[in-house]
């Protein structure tokens, strides 16, 4: 009799009192299942419960929850995981009965069982948050309402399809960070919560254990949070969600606590797991993963087949039926379903598959799971091993005439499972990469961190992270159509684009952020099908300047002007025009910052994608020469704008040369024409100030350098004329003639300009240059020299020994010796140091 010895023995009085019908009740449970026949030895009276049940409809969800609900005003704490365990198996009972009987299909009686774990989950959760609640105080939002918290049901569980005696996949939510009314964190009061949540399902009892939980499937696995809130979750989904979470996901439901944050958790996924793209590359991002199921399948043991991993058998349906959920899903919202015989109904009724294929797989699935229950509540242990020797007994309880008939129905059924599964997956002719599978597969990160590495990358770790920012944004997750699909298989190419480069590093991080920070990977993903000169355009971007990759990273509208513009502005006209097309919904200084960012992209790209085919030194000067435009032009737009009178702006360093590079800043002189006109008009030259340094959402027009203005930093902003004149005379130091031998007339009063210049010209010229005046400026220069502190494997190529300064020094001095007026370095050194040329502009260059 097998289990009712237990009842032959202690309980002979009990058996021999049962109706003939309640015995063969006892009987068939003791035949399949041992966990089951011990908890009617322990509480007979329940033996008229399961019969009873019988002939009766599912209790459903509600009923079942309204019953375990009830568990928590008739427990204390020691006792509730008792009666919980208790509630399980009775209820297990009660459906495991009426399969033995054939009551109901095996769909209905798994989707009650599911019901059960939900019911016992919303007790053991309603319990563990009132008790934290009242330690902790309510937990609330940010903007002060209550936080709450709920569980997400996965897997089978989440599919209404739970195993008799299966562990329970789950996943533990809340809506919003923020504070209890006590002061702890919403995350250690739901993760206490949560914690209480497991452990009331858990704990192992004299009734039993109720569920094995298994949290292993939320983000991070073993290492992650036990709970996570709505805004953690929607970041880690976007941007580290990996493809086998997508498939996990599709299960997903609410089984219990506020049915709402379940709602908004479901609303945040259903995107990242039914993508809209519908193309070939869903294929193949599945491609090895079913490789690897494939290759777990054929570890076979003699005498024994695992009914859930092995060949043909339940992950093989599962997993074809998901990727056709996900391949459909993101278009057709029907096909969104979690249970695997619905799903499969489903995509026969919009002839995916065909009632064939569908029939085969569906029949397939129901002989494997009741094999699979009757395995496991044998001992009522989570196994899904068949053993060859128990081939017998396994018909027999499964209802077929011969262990032969069994056996070839099962052979036949896995022999056309692993038909239909073979089948699933085009072929794929094109080889991926090493980089290419990780992407796909989020497996094997060493190879991908070896192969980008033997592409030159000296940090291959580094590289890998940068692709991963790319290809596992939410940017390319969200691409539609065949765009992600062209940008996918374009990493061999721009693998090759990389090798070739030396800067590899560099151009690797430009398109980074052009892609993800400037959210322009829609942009090159579309433009790879459509624009194969605008590919090439970014391309160039990212390899040729990290400022100007920066820039379009924060202004996107920086490509359409930079790739639309054939000639590029260099001069006053030019400007004007540029000017013309922004228009006039900015206001007027953001149209000059708009303008400057446009002109100075495309001087730049000019400049260096000229690099090897012209003169060094023609191409800086037109380098200069339009950027020092650009900056008058914006400092007489700005005069202009501040209704300026009276005093002029002056010009030293890079721009009073007209030397002006990216990123240069403005050493600027102000000057007025007397007391009176500064008195009444000083705030001015400051509103000026301003205007150029102020950040808005186009950025910032130029910083200042004001410290070679009479007293540096301690001076005042804007002096008159006079004032001028006394310091020239009587306070100027020698170092700041070479300093003044760049000054220029920017914008301004023409008339007080005129005097200005003469001023200076005194300054410079006034008297000669003696060998005291030469020792002094080496003395400064010598000093200069000290403040560089140049490692052994560095090179300060501007204040450094022999660097663009000790070059600039004598052009200076060969300035203020000739007595003539040129502000321009590069043609004083071209004219006196011609042998210096050649250095200077390489110099420059760099």
Not at 708 to 722: V, Y
Request: net charge negative; with cysteine.
């Amino acid at each position: 009799m097998g289990n009712l010895g237990k009842f032959e023995m202690l309980k002979k009085d009990f058996l021999e009192s049962l109706p003939e019908e309640k015995l063969k009740l006892l009987k068939k449970m003791s035949a399949y299942s041992s966990c089951l026949t011990d908890f009617l030895f322990r509480h007979t009276e329940e033996l008229d419960f399961l019969f009873e049940e019988l002939d009766k409809p599912l209790y459903g969800r509600d009923k079942l929850v309204e019953e375990a609900l009830e568990l928590i005003d008739i427990s204390s704490n020691n006792d509730f995981s008792v009666k919980l365990a208790f509630f399980k198996m009775k209820h297990l009972g009660r459906i495991f009965s009426k399969d033995i009987y054939k009551k109901h299909s095996l769909s209905e009686l798994l989707e009650e069982y599911s019901y059960l774990a939900d019911a016992s989950f919303e007790a053991a959760y309603k319990r563990a948050f009132e008790k934290n609640k009242k330690r902790y105080g309510q937990p609330l939002k940010p903007d002060g309402s209550p936080a709450s918290g709920s569980v997400i049901a996965l897997g089978k569980m989440g599919g209404l399809e739970l195993n008799y005696y299966s562990d329970v996949d789950v996943m533990y939510i809340y809506d919003d960070e923020g504070k209890t009314e006590k002061g702890i964190s919403n995350r250690e009061f739901f993760i206490s919560v949560f914690r209480d949540t497991t452990n009331y399902l858990t704990k192992k009892t004299f009734e039993g254990q109720s569920w094995i939980v298994d949290l292993d499937l939320r983000p991070e696995g073993k290492k992650g949070f036990i709970a996570y809130s709505l805004p953690a979750l929607e970041y880690y989904y976007w941007t580290h969600g990996r493809t086998w979470e997508r498939h996990m996901l599709i299960k997903a439901r609410h089984s219990a606590g506020n049915s709402t944050v379940s709602k908004q958790f479901l609303d945040i996924i259903t995107p990242f797991v039914y993508r809209r793209s519908t193309g070939e590359e869903v294929f193949e991002e599945i491609v090895e993963m079913k490789r690897m199921i494939t290759e777990e399948a054929k570890k076979k043991k003699i005498g024994q087949w695992d009914v859930k991993r092995g060949e043909g058998g339940i992950r093989e349906i599962e997993f074809f039926t998901q990727i056709l959920l996900l391949l459909y899903g993101g278009k057709n919202p029907d096909l969104r379903e979690r249970n695997l015989l619905r799903a499969l109904e489903k995509l026969a009724q919009h002839k995916i598959i065909s009632k064939d294929t569908q029939k085969t797989l569906k029949e397939a699935y129901i002989f494997y799971r009741n094999l699979e229950h009757i395995i496991q509540m044998e001992n009522c242990v989570q196994t899904q091993t068949f053993f060859m020797e128990k081939a017998e007994e396994y018909a027999s309880k499964m209802g077929f005439s011969s262990t032969k008939e069994f056996l070839d129905t099962l052979e036949n059924h896995r022999k056309k499972v692993q038909e239909i599964f073979n089948q699933l997956t085009p072929s794929i002719d094109r080889k991926l990469t090493p980089l290419q599978k990780y992407i796909l597969t989020k497996q094997n990160e060493e190879d991908a961190i070896s192969y980008l590495e033997q592409l030159g990358f000296k940090d291959g770790k580094w590289a890998v992270e940068r692709f991963k920012d790319i290809f596992f944004s939410k940017e390319y997750i969200e691409l539609g159509g065949s765009w992600k699909e062209d940008l996918f298989m374009y990493i061999p190419v721009l693998e090759k684009k990389l090798k070739e480069f030396p800067d590899r590093e560099d151009f690797l991080l430009n398109l980074t952020k052009l892609f993800i920070e400037g959210k322009m990977l829609r942009i090159f993903a579309a433009a790879l099908e459509q624009n194969q000169k605008l590919v090439e355009f970014m391309l160039s971007i990212a390899k040729l300047s990290d400022y100007i990759s920066d820039l379009m990273a924060k202004d996107t509208e920086l490509l359409d002007w930079a790739f639309g513009i054939e000639e590029v502005p260099v001069d006053r006209e030019g400007f004007e025009k540029e000017l013309a097309v922004i228009g006039d919904k900015l206001e007027p200084v953001d149209r000059l910052k708009k303008l400057k960012k446009i002109v100075e992209v495309l001087t730049s790209l000019k400049y260096l994608s000229r690099i090897h085919e012209e003169s060094s030194k023609e191409r800086l000067k037109e380098l200069n020469t339009a950027l020092s435009n650009l900056a008058d032009f914006i400092l007489e737009n700005l005069y202009e704008y501040i209704e300026g009178e009276n005093f002029a702006i002056f010009a030293l360093g890079k721009l009073g040369s007209r030397e002006m590079n990216i990123g240069s800043d403005l050493d600027l002189i102000f000057v007025f024409v007397d007391e009176s006109s500064k008195n009444r008009l000083i705030s001015k030259p400051a509103t000026v100030v301003k205007l150029l340094t102020s950040y808005s959402k186009e950025g910032i027009l130029y910083q200042l350098d004001l410290r070679l203005r009479p007293f540096g930093k301690a001076g005042e902003l804007a002096p008159t004329l006079n004032f001028y004149k006394n310091y020239f005379e009587k306070e100027a130091r020698p170092w700041e003639k070479l300093a003044w031998t760049k000054a220029r007339f920017i914008a301004g009063d023409k008339s007080v300009a005129e005097k200005m210049e003469n001023l200076i010209k005194d300054f410079l010229f006034s008297e000669e240059i003696t060998k005291d005046f030469i020792d002094n400026i080496f003395e400064m220069r010598l000093s200069l020299e000290g403040l560089v502190k140049e490692l052994p494997s560095e090179i300060d190529i501007k204040l450094g020994k022999g660097g663009i300064t000790d070059i600039e020094f004598l052009a200076q001095l060969a300035i203020l010796k000739s007595r003539k007026r040129e502000t321009n370095i590069l043609s004083v050194v071209e004219k006196e140091y011609s042998n210096l040329l050649e250095n200077y502009i390489f110099l420059r260059e760099v």
